[in-house]
């Protein structure tokens, strides 16, 4: 990406890219098995909710989506030759230790141009079971009207690799589970702090229940 592209233009075609490189990563290295994928719509914008275990979540996703998509990623991550090579993939950064505002005008850009942007609504790895939500999803979703779609990325926790303890085994299973999309909103167009208070208790709900399934269907 270069200083003279559209900044929109120029984020769409990195994503673009950046799927690309991720589904030779992912199929490559990893066994993914990827369910319900039909439930991202096809067009317009959408906001994937994924749970957070492990590293390899966000790759992971980038790899087995329908859609090009565009996360916000906290800023440590964008240091060396990774900042580039992250921003030209259509990545967002984002200061989480303040309300980063660009990182907000990105996103609803995102959002705006029809794309889709991928969030992890816990905030940081941790056990990935959604039990702690930001307010930065029901924002976003409210904000924007864009329907949310939870998303479950099971195994890459389970076990360590041999050659790097940090990634799952190579050819290991890991299962992306995509569930029916749903409105964080309740239709009043409110954005008040109690509506959007209300409406990360509606997320929560829903993308907890998604989880649970997603553990029934595929044993893990």
């Known amino acids: 990406m270069t200083d003279t592209d559209a900044p929109g233009v120029a984020t769409r075609r990195g994503a673009a890219v950046g799927r690309g490189i991720g589904i030779g990563l992912m199929y490559g290295l990893w066994k993914p098995r990827v369910l319900g994928s ?7 914008p959408v906001i994937l909710a994924v749970n957070h ?63 889709v942007l991928g969030i992890f609504p816990e905030g940081s790895r941790g056990e990935g079971d959604f039990a ?55 239709g009043s167009g409110r954005r008040t702090r109690k509506a959007l208070d209300e409406a990360t208790v509606r997320i929560q709900e829903r993308l907890t229940a998604h989880l649970a399934g997603a553990r029934r269907l595929t044993g893990r």
């Open 53 to 115: 275990a492990h590293n390899i979540d966000g790759p992971m996703l980038m790899g087995t989506a329908p859609r090009p998509v565009h996360f916000l990623i906290k800023k440590e991550a964008f240091v060396g030759p990774l900042d580039p090579f992250l921003r030209g993939i259509g990545q967002l950064k984002v200061d989480r230790s303040t309300t980063d505002r660009t990182a907000v005008t990105d996103a609803l850009g995102v959002l705006r141009d029809g794309g």
């Open 38 to 44: 039909w439930r991202v719509p096809a067009t317009g």
């Open 132 to 186: 702690s939500l930001r307010a930065g999803l029901a924002y976003f979703a409210v904000r924007s009207g864009a329907p949310i779609v939870p998303v479950a990325v099971l195994g890459g926790a389970e076990r360590q690799g041999r050659l790097i303890s940090a990634l799952p085994p190579l050819r290991s299973r890991v299962d992306v589970v995509f569930g029916d999309a749903f409105e964080a909103g309740d």
